[in-house]
């Protein structure tokens, strides 16, 4: 029997955010396979508006990484469509993980970890040395994204690109992640407090 004194369950946005997130590249992939990039591209841009759109309504709010890609996308969307030249959807991924990681790097350079600002929700308990930690982390993990799709895309084919785009990156990023989590746990300050002690 449940309290009814007790809180209600948070409902937790992952479902959401993976939707908004993996949605408008899922219908880029099925759009390209089954016409052409630039109907993909075109179907890319109309489902990038629509995710931000639909993160507004639902949560009140558009994520600043949401905005920030979505902004890309439409941007040399439109080039790779107005010019009709698919580099220009091919080189956003690169500039994207350059930008991120310029921002990170100059977080960590003014001991104001920039990663703070859009993941603090996701632990609220981390440490400012976490934060910088896990910001540097991250900052080098963009720049290696952003070598890496420059050497896919220009030694590969569209659909290898694409493939890449889904079954490696995004992985990629979720694993690295997950291999961050045991540093986060050490920077909280319950633990940290542990660890001094056992000093």
């Given at each position: 029997m449940t309290d009814p004194a007790a809180p209600p369950p948070e409902n937790k946005p992952a479902a959401p955010n993976l939707l908004v997130d993996l949605g408008p590249l899922g219908i880029f992939l099925l759009t390209y396979w089954a016409t052409n990039v630039w109907i993909a591209t075109g179907a890319f841009m109309a489902a990038t508006a629509a995710a931000i759109i639909w993160s507004r309504v639902k949560h009140g709010k558009v994520s600043v990484m949401l905005m920030f890609s979505g902004?890309?996308?439409?941007?040399?969307?439109?080039?790779?469509?107005?010019?009709?030249?698919?580099?220009?959807?091919?080189?956003?991924?690169?500039?994207?993980?350059?930008m991120v990681a310029g921002?990170?790097?100059?977080?960590?350079?003014?001991?104001?970890p920039t990663l703070e600002l859009v993941m603090a929700h996701a632990y609220p308990e981390l440490s400012q040395r976490?934060?910088?930690?896990?910001?540097?982390?991250?900052?080098?993990?963009?720049?290696?994204?952003?070598?890496?799709?420059?050497?896919?895309?220009?030694n590969s084919s569209t659909g290898f690109w694409l493939g890449y785009k889904l079954w490696g990156a995004f992985p990629a990023t979720l694993l690295f992640g997950a291999a961050n989590i045991p540093m986060i746990l050490r920077h909280t300050p319950k633990a940290e407090e542990a660890a001094d002690k056992g000093k």
């Open positions: 902004v890309m996308v439409l941007f040399f969307g439109g080039l790779t469509i107005w010019l009709h030249d698919e580099t220009f959807i091919k080189m956003k991924p690169t500039l994207y993980y350059a921002l990170l790097f100059f977080g960590t350079i003014t001991k104001k976490g934060w910088h930690l896990l910001t540097r982390n991250f900052a080098w993990f963009f720049v290696a994204m952003a070598i890496a799709n420059e050497l896919v895309w220009r």
